[in-house]
């Protein structure tokens, strides 16, 4: 079993849509919860940290944090052809940075 | 980019040949990692450094070498490139080893 795994997509939503994004990992004693986004050719950028049970919310982002499911998911309101990227989810484990494959997010106009 | 660079940004080599590629940071940041990314493997920790002079290996480190003889610079050096190294290189700096990290505009290799 791969310690983070995502749904590789492509996941298309219209716009205006929220887009849903979800992560797996597999060490429970892991405390830190990253989501970046990607654009085609770039380098990733950080989007949300979450290190709590429970919802965070940025603008249209919001993290949500499941531990004891081991789950972390993404939601992106009113989503924006913009937003056409590929999402990683990134767990700390052992203070090293474990990366899914990521998602990728079509928002068609 | 954090005030981070990446040198080259583009390289082509032939098998065996040895590559150095550099990351370079502004921003004091005591950790500084090196990462591959390929498709269907996503991104993986190859070296990183907590320090000038400390380094240690990730989870694909054969192969590759690393040196931090200042905590701006970060060196990632291929000894024999082989054409399974082609690759996207990316460095990325955080302040600790439980915090974001910040990655550079990356290093696309091409091993021939």
């Known amino acids: 079993q791969k310690e983070v795994e995502q749904n590789s997509g492509p996941l298309s939503v219209p716009e205006g849509a929220i887009a849903s994004l979800n992560c797996t990992y597999s060490?429970?004693?892991?405390?830190?919860f990253f989501w970046y986004r990607q654009y085609s050719g770039k380098s990733p950028e950080l989007i949300m940290s979450?290190?709590?049970?429970g919802d965070k919310e940025d603008g249209r982002f919001t993290a949500q944090l499941n531990k004891a499911s081991q789950y972390v998911s993404l939601l992106i309101r009113d989503s924006q052809p913009s937003d056409s990227a590929t999402y990683l989810c990134?767990?700390?484990?052992?203070?090293?940075?474990?990366f899914g494959q990521g998602t990728e997010l079509s928002v068609k106009p | 980019d954090a005030g981070i660079t990446q040198s080259p940004r583009h390289k082509v080599t032939e098998t065996g040949t040895p590559v150095t590629l550099r990351c370079h940071q502004t921003?004091?940041?005591?950790?500084m990692y090196w990462y591959r990314q390929d498709p269907g493997h996503g991104l993986r920790l190859i070296h990183y450094s907590y320090g000038v002079k400390d380094t240690d290996k990730g989870e694909v480190s054969d192969g590759y070498s690393v040196s931090r003889s200042k905590t701006e610079d970060f060196l990632l050096t291929l000894e024999s490139a082989t054409s399974s190294q082609t690759s996207v290189y990316f460095c990325a700096i955080s302040e600790n080893p439980q915090e974001t990290q910040y990655f550079g505009p990356g290093t696309r290799l091409l091993v021939l």
């Open positions: 979450i290190y709590s049970n």
């Open positions: 921003e004091n940041h005591r950790y």
């Open positions: 060490d429970r004693v892991s405390q830190s």
């Open positions: 990134a767990v700390m484990v052992g203070g090293k940075l474990i």
